[in-house]
DNA sequence: ATGTCACAGTCCCTGTGA
């Protein structure tokens, strides 16, 4: 089984990119970030066209996630029901496997109210997954707006003093890990950068400018059937790209 | 430090968010 995580930076705008992405590498889910649409805009029957099963959870001009599965999608759960109204985590069974899709908050600035609902948003998080049920397999995917370690910053003195890299980003990111998950991709490449994001500036992506941000984090049950993990930095090339290039997870599930 | 992209509204430019 073949799940990807990719912030496709407009649904609206990267249609073509994707529906390219997923003839090629053909996944079994799909974990969607910023689709910035409403639900009633969301192409469902080009998804199924393709052979998937949809559901989306949007707001329109910003936010919005998805799932895209050919492996059966039932049991979707919309936001944390905290009365949240950015549309950032859904979730459903795809399969054997129980699939969130999560789109964090940037946070903007250490001192902006955006970066306290981030550390927020974090902590609500790890407590949903440390309720969930740890027999069956568990991934978390998205784009989570923090570098974990030093090694998934192209240059940590760059990032002294912003968002993505503090500390209590970090500690936040861990309390994933304190409630049962690990980082697949660092995992499996526990020495390379693995970046997924460059940003559009300043030719980042072409002077190696990038972060790892875009992870997938699984449970042990789901860990222990992991083959491979790895960034597609193809995506990221060419006409109209996203910011971010997809991130795999493979494993031996049917 | 900022050379870009995408969105909506002020609608062919500007402010906002990333």
Not at 56 to 69: D, E, K, T
Not at 150 to 160: I, S, V
Not at 170 to 190: K, Q, S, Y
Not at 222 to 231: D, G, K
Request: hydrophobic share 35%.
């Amino acid at each position: 089984m073949k799940i990807v995580t990719w912030n496709v930076n407009s649904l609206t705008a990267r249609l073509a990119r994707v529906t390219q992405w997923l003839s090629e590498h053909e996944p079994d889910v799909v974990l969607l970030q910023e689709t910035k649409q409403t639900d009633a805009k969301f192409p469902f029957a080009h998804f199924e066209e393709l052979g998937y099963e949809s559901a989306h959870y949007g707001q329109g001009q910003w936010n919005g996630v998805a799932i895209l599965s050919r492996v059966g999608l039932k049991d979707v759960t919309r936001g944390f029901g905290d009365g949240d109204p950015e549309a950032r985590v859904m979730s459903a069974q795809c399969g054997e496997v129980r699939a969130f899709t999560c789109y964090v908050p940037n946070g903007r600035a250490l001192d902006d109210p955006h970066y306290t609902y981030k550390l927020r948003w974090l902590d609500t998080l790890s407590g949903v997954i440390a309720n969930a049920d740890r027999e069956a397999p568990l991934i978390v995917g998205g784009d989570f707006n923090v570098a974990p370690t030093d090694l998934d910053c192209y240059d940590p003195q760059a990032f002294e003093g912003a968002t993505h890299v503090s500390e209590p980003e970090r500690e936040a990111l861990r309390g994933l890990e304190r409630a049962g998950l690990r980082d697949l991709t660092r995992a499996l490449h526990p020495d390379e950068p693995c970046f997924s994001w460059w940003d559009y500036r300043n030719g980042a992506f072409h002077r190696g400018w990038g972060l790892r941000i875009d992870l997938l984090y699984v449970n042990a049950s789901l860990f222990e059937r992991a083959t491979a993990s790895y960034v597609d930095r193809d995506a990221r090339k060419g006409e109209k790209p996203s910011d971010h290039a997809p991130v795999v997870g493979e494993f031996a599930l049917s």
